[in-house]
């Protein structure tokens, strides 16, 4: 089968933005009577808590006025809030988060459903005394008279009060609400930890001199207890004020008791939470390793890194590695390590450069920097791991590491700035994705946006067992389709424990979930189950979506390694239980190299994770810019470099589809979930799809791929105009059209729309109108549009018709500081077999554009 480059569009027309359309539910509010009398209350509940804040100052050293946090839930939008925040003195605003969960009561009600939960805001604010004095004097007014005037720019607070369904203070418990701490801090304790870790993010204050106030007073109240501060970092880009801190156990034993002390009432903390457990568990018995046969390869040289390994510290001398990697270690963590623990960093290493060893793929032609961030531990169950070291907050660390590689600092240049895409395959285990971002992934947000660089992020793992709706009786008789259905049906159930592990829930980077797949050959166990009757599904421990604001999450899919069951023995369970072993350096999975049990340097052992599944994408990454390179160097192709991340993003996701898992989640789940959101809800497991490099890279003479480029700013658009192939016309073979769109986004952290750039196009045509996979309305929420459409009618069309795609761009969470970058792709195929010349068709009329009598669209 002949292969032929990827094509490119010729320059761009610009062309009017589309239009928007739609709005959000319309909501029946209470009288404002009800209003009143529901609210009032609110209003003196907030007066007392103020009051007893000034008790609580009033012989604090550092002048500090009393302060209240308050929450402000409203039903609904509420137009321009923000700025009438501002104009109010002694309020500050402090974010804004979305809401989707409240219940239709005190008059609050949806239109066309009444019993429907709904949506609506969650405002921050702090408030002194004077402000909250305003804003009771406001509500008593409109109590009085709804229809009165508010002073300039204030009428944003009369429909606050209309919508208002909640106003309260922040509390010690929502400080800890969901956050694990006591749960940690209890764990430590009885490991018998003497000085027990914490993590204090405080609300971001916009002034400098308010902020060292807010850690002078932590700071008292942390040394009250015995305790002390171990680090502080402010990033006001991305709004983050973090304290790491440490409490002696008795002190904490009576925090746990009486859940109202100093620490958890100070109005300057937003969250407090346990040290970030952003660890991997290894596999204990390096035994089970084997010896590498002898392989031979060139080594890399003069090739600047493309790819950045942020990890574990690899086994550098391995016979796979020695001469491939470049090791920046800036921090000294080496000195921590032996030889046998660098387990997790050579894996991933391995991945990067090689593949899964199984397969034999060719080995990488650039090399890999390094920048360990992890250290190697026993934890208290005595298993080892290595883990991102608990006096170092994880958002100081990484944002330190990017710096490093694209800033000059102390009169020394940048070490990689040639680096395109971050390989980070670590997550935070005690920080499940819920409606936050959380200061990580705004950090990577940040920086991929600043320095132009694509994170890849492994989506998490989760081992939890799986207890399965059949009794234990009956699992020995089950087909293996009757055990996948039962499988996945419990995996879907236990999905609120399955959530994306921080920095997963990332927009501007690409979040990796691991299929069910490798190249290794089987061991015969009969005590091991496997899940699946098929290779591709979403691993059983692979991290469920959606994403930010319900977004497509995670995006795309890349083999995990297959992960055998055991069922559980025992007599404490009716229902049978599967379990996920851990650890096993035995097939199946992905082959790698490892360290030996005395550190030998040419070991292979075997792995599974969404960390496999990340490495291999960011290994596609390196094929892929290798493509673009080629198309610039031997095809004349011009494409600036400065577009090479957003056309790496796009081209990853761009052959992803849903394939055999689609009708296997929809056999099994279809009667559990209303049709109209059933694609909706199966995106959160199945993301975008499985990745498919191979068909990326090159075209066939019936697959035809173009690449496009542009940069927009806040209303505007560019026209793509993909001329269609005539042999196509009035023919029924099915064709497939993929249009694959990426960007990077600046973001407004203290905004709940976040993203500030929202660029998107309409996929409509007559050729293929159909669309599949992903729903229609989450591709559009994040910062990947990725559409499959399918059709097979016979369209009349004349040579010279095409199919426009407009690329639009609008303004969402704030202004746009600069054009934002896009790459668009777009794919038409047919089967392979059919002799439809399209590539060449193609080809030719992108060279010469045909006029066409009447228009020329589709």
Known sequence: ????????????????????????????????????????????????????????????????????????????????????????????????????????????????????????????????????????????????????????????????????????????????????????????????????????????????NRRQQSEAYLNQAVTSLGGEIVQKCVISEIAYHGILGRIPADQVKEIIAQREVRL?????????????????????????TQTLEDRESSIPKGSEPIIALFDGLPLTGHSLLDGRLIVDDPDGYESSYQAKERVHGT??????????????????????YVRPIMKPLRGFDGQFFEQIPEDVLPVDLIHRAVRHLFEIEDGNDPVAPSVRVINLSVCDGSRPFVREMSPLGRLLDWLSWKYNVLFMVSAGNHSQDIELDIPRSDLRNLSANERESAIIKAIVADTRHRR??????????????????????????????????????????????LGYRRSIKPDIFFPGGRQFLTEKMGNTHSQAILQQPKGSNQPPGQCVA???????????????GTSDATALASRAAAFLFDVLSDLRVQHGANLHEGYNTVLLKALLAHG?????????YESILSDSVTSRTFKDHVGRFLGYGVADIAKVGTCTDQRVTVIGIGS?????????????????????EKRRLTITLAWLTPVNCQRQSYRVAHLWFDPKNDLAPTRMDADFRAVTRGTLQHEVLEGNRAVDFQDGNEITIKVNCRAEAGDIPEPVRYGLVVTLEVAEGIALPIYQEIRDRLRIRIPVTGGGAI
């Open 656 to 664: 992803a589809n849903w394939g055999q898992a689609w009708s296997l």
């Open 500 to 545: 994306l592990l921080s920095p997963a829930e990332t927009i501007n980077g690409l979040t990796l979930g691991a299929s069910h797949s490798d190249k290794s050959t089987l061991n015969p166990n009969s005590n091991q189950i496997d899940p699946f009757t098929r290779q591709g599904i979403p691993s059983t421990f692979s991290a469920h979506g």
């Open 712 to 732: 927009l700013g806040d209303g505007e658009a560019d026209e793509f105009h993909f001329p269609l192939p005539p042999s196509l016309s009035a023919v029924t």
């Open 1 to 208: 089968m002949a292969e032929y480059p990827i094509l490119i569009f010729p320059k761009t027309a610009k062309a009017e933005r589309a239009k928007r359309h739609g709005g959000g539910a319309k909501y029946r509010l209470p009288a404002v009577q009800q209003q009143g009398e529901r609210l009032t209350p609110q209003f003196q509940r907030l007066q007392q808590a103020i009051d007893r804040q000034r008790l609580a100052l009033q012989n604090n050293t550092l002048g500090l006025q009393p302060e209240q946090a308050l929450v402000l839930e409203t039903v609904g939008p509420i137009d321009d809030f923000i700025k009438a925040v501002k104009k109010v003195e002694g309020l500050e605003w402090l974010v804004e988060l979305e809401l989707d969960d409240i219940d239709p009561v005190d008059g609050f009600e949806d239109v066309s459903d009444p019993q429907k939960r709904l949506k609506g805001q969650l405002f921050l604010v702090m408030t002194d005394q004077r402000a909250l004095q305003e804003l009771q004097s406001l509500f008593s007014g409109w109590k009085q008279n709804p229809n009165q005037k508010f002073p300039h720019r204030l009428a944003p607070m009369k429909h606050a009060f209309e919508h208002l369904h909640t106003i309260r203070p922040w509390d010690s418990q929502d400080r800890i609400r969901d956050t694990g701490l006591f749960e940690d801090w209890q764990m430590r304790i009885t490991h018998g930890q003497n000085l027990v870790p914490f993590v204090a993010e405080l609300w971001f204050r916009g002034d400098a």
């Open 347 to 368: 894996a991933m290493a391995s991945l990067i450069c090689h593949g899964e060893l199984d397969e034999g793929g060719q080995p990488l032609g650039r090399t890999v």
């Open 264 to 288: 958890l009432q100070c109005e300057d903390i937003w969250y407090l939470r346990p040290v970030g457990q952003c660890a991997v568990h290894l596999p204990e018995d390096l035994s089970e």
């Open 594 to 608: 490892s360290p030996g049990p005395s550190g030998e340097l040419n070991r292979k052992g075997y792995s599974r």
